[in-house]
C-alpha cells in the first residue's frame, strides 16, 4: 500500500484553511503560485540505503526512524519507480482528491546516496510520466557532493525540483545521540553549497527529541532562521514500533511532548521564523497503526485549527519575533555564509 505524505500538495489543502495564512507562510499558498495545477507529492522508495545505516558513519540509522513508516514498498519487493508512480496516481484518483499533476517525491531513505548514473536513471524514469512536473528528492547535508549537485542542475533547467535536506537538531550533542552521523557544519556547509545553485531547499526539525529542552529547540529554530533556506517541515518526536527509540520508550526512559507543550512549541517556533519562509508541515504522524506514541487522539486538521487558535490569542504571526544577526553567528564553526533570500521561482506554465 502507498502511505501518502501528511501535506497534499494543491491549491488549498483540507487541513490548511485559508484563515490559517494569515498566521503563517503555507506550503498551499506557495503552490499556488507556483503552478497552475492541483499538484499532489507521490512518495516513492527507489531502494536507497543512509550511510548512518551501512556502517559508512553509524550503523542503525536514526534511533528515531523506521523508514517502513513511509515506504510504498514496506513489506515487499522494491517495485519500479514507474509502477510505484502509476499506483499512487490511480489510488489519488480513485479516491477523488482531484489531482490534476504530480510531484514524484524520493522520500525513502537518503536519496542522492548513490553513483550519479544510477540517480539520473531513477529521476529519469519518475520524469517520463507524463503527469510528473517535479522531483522532490530527500536527502542528508552529507550526501551531497558536487557531481549531485551538477546532476540536479541539469535537471532544474527543465523540472521543478525541490530539495530536502534533513537537520531535526542544530545540537551536535544531539545530533551524536539520535545517531545523525553529521554536525550542523556539515549542514550549514551543504546549505552554501545548495543555495549557490539556486535550489530550492527546505528542510526538517524535530521537537522533542531527547535531551533537548525549549531553550535548546529555539536555539535551533534562530540558527535556521538565519540561513537561506526557503522552508522548513516541523514534526514532534514520535516513536515507529520499529524504531530503535521505542525501546527507551517502553523501558520509560524517554518522556514525549504533550499536545499542549507541542502547541505552545510551535507557535514559538513560527515568531522567531522569517515571513518568507515557507512552512511544508506542521504535524507528523499521529494515529498510524505502525506508531506507538504519543496518541494524542486528535486529527491533524484540528490540531492546526489549535494552532490558528493559539497564534489568535496570542495577537501575533510568523516573523514578529525575527531578528536577523550578523553574518555568520549561526553557532557553528563555519563563519561565512551567503545569506540571501531566494526570488520566487517563476510559475511553471506548461
Same mark, same amino acid.
Given at each position: 500500500?502507498?502511505?501518502?505524505?501528511? $501535506?497534499?500538495?494543491?491549491?488549498?489543502?483540507?487541513?490548511?484553511?485559508?484563515?490559517?495564512?494569515?498566521?503563517?507562510?503555507a506550503y498551499s499558498h506557495y503552490l499556488k503560485g507556483r503552478f497552475p495545477w492541483r499538484v499532489y507529492k507521490l512518495p516513492l522508495d527507489a531502494g536507497f540505503n543512509c550511510p548512518n545505516r551501512d556502517g559508512r558513519v553509524a550503523v542503525g540509522g536514526c534511533t528515531f526512524c523506521s523508514n517502513a513508516s513511509f515506504s510504498p514498498n514496506s513489506g515487499g519487493p522494491l517495485r519500479s519507480v514507474r509502477d510505484q508512480v502509476d499506483e499512487g496516481i490511480a489510488v489519488y484518483r480513485k479516491r477523488r482528491f482531484g489531482g490534476e499533476k504530480f510531484i514524484a517525491y524520493f522520500q525513502a531513505f537518503t536519496n542522492t546516496d548513490a553513483p550519479v548514473d544510477r540517480l539520473a536513471a531513477l529521476y529519469e524514469e519518475a520524469l517520463s510520466h507524463p503527469e510528473i512536473v517535479g522531483?522532490?528528492?530527500?536527502?542528508?547535508? !552529507?550526501?551531497?557532493?558536487?557531481?549531485?549537485?551538477d546532476l540536479l542542475s541539469t535537471l532544474q533547467k527543465r523540472t521543478a525540483l525541490f530539495l530536502e535536506v534533513g537537520l531535526q537538531s542544530s545540537h551536535d550533542e544531539t545530533l551524536r545521540?539520535?545517531?545523525? #552521523?553529521?554536525?550542523?557544519?556539515?549542514?550549514?556547509?551543504?546549505? !552554501?553549497? $545548495? /543555495?549557490?545553485?539556486?535550489?530550492?531547499?527546505?528542510?526538517?526539525?524535530i521537537l522533542g527529541l531527547p535531551g533537548e529542552d525549549r531553550t535548546r529547540m529555539l536555539e535551533t529554530v534562530e540558527r535556521v532562521a538565519q540561513l537561506p533556506v526557503d522552508a522548513? /517541515?516541523?514534526?514532534?518526536?514520535? $516513536?515507529?514500533?520499529?524504531?530503535?527509540?521505542?525501546?527507551?520508550?517502553?523501558? #520509560?526512559?524517554?518522556?514525549?511532548?504533550?499536545l499542549p507543550e507541542y502547541l505552545q512549541l510551535v507557535c514559538d517556533l513560527l515568531e522567531r521564523l522569517p515571513a518568507r519562509m515557507i512552512i511544508e508541515r506542521l504535524m507528523g504522524e499521529l494515529d498510524g497503526e505502525d506508531i506507538l506514541a504519543p496518541r494524542w487522539g486528535r486529527h491533524k486538521g484540528e490540531i492546526l485549527e489549535m494552532i490558528a487558535s493559539e497564534f489568535a490569542r496570542r495577537g501575533t504571526c510568523q516573523g514578529i519575533l525575527f531578528?536577523? /544577526?550578523?553574518? #555568520?553567528? $549561526?553557532?557553528?564553526?563555519?563563519?561565512?555564509?551567503?545569506?540571501?533570500i531566494p526570488p520566487m521561482t517563476a510559475p511553471i506554465t506548461s
Open positions: 500500500m502507498v502511505v501518502f505524505d501528511v $501535506i497534499f500538495l494543491y491549491y488549498n489543502t483540507l487541513t490548511e484553511s485559508d484563515a490559517m495564512q494569515r498566521y503563517y507562510n522531483l522532490a528528492i530527500a536527502t542528508r547535508p !552529507d550526501c551531497l557532493p558536487e557531481p549531485v549537485l545521540r539520535v545517531n545523525r #552521523g553529521h554536525t550542523f557544519a556539515d549542514f550549514v556547509d551543504a546549505v !552554501d553549497r $545548495i /543555495k549557490r545553485r539556486g535550489f530550492y531547499l527546505s528542510t526538517h526539525l522548513v /517541515k516541523v514534526t514532534h518526536l514520535y $516513536i515507529p514500533r520499529q524504531a530503535p527509540l521505542a525501546q527507551a520508550y517502553r523501558r #520509560g526512559e524517554l518522556s514525549l511532548l504533550t531578528r536577523e /544577526k550578523p553574518q #555568520g553567528d $549561526i553557532g557553528c564553526d563555519r563563519a561565512q555564509v551567503q545569506r540571501c
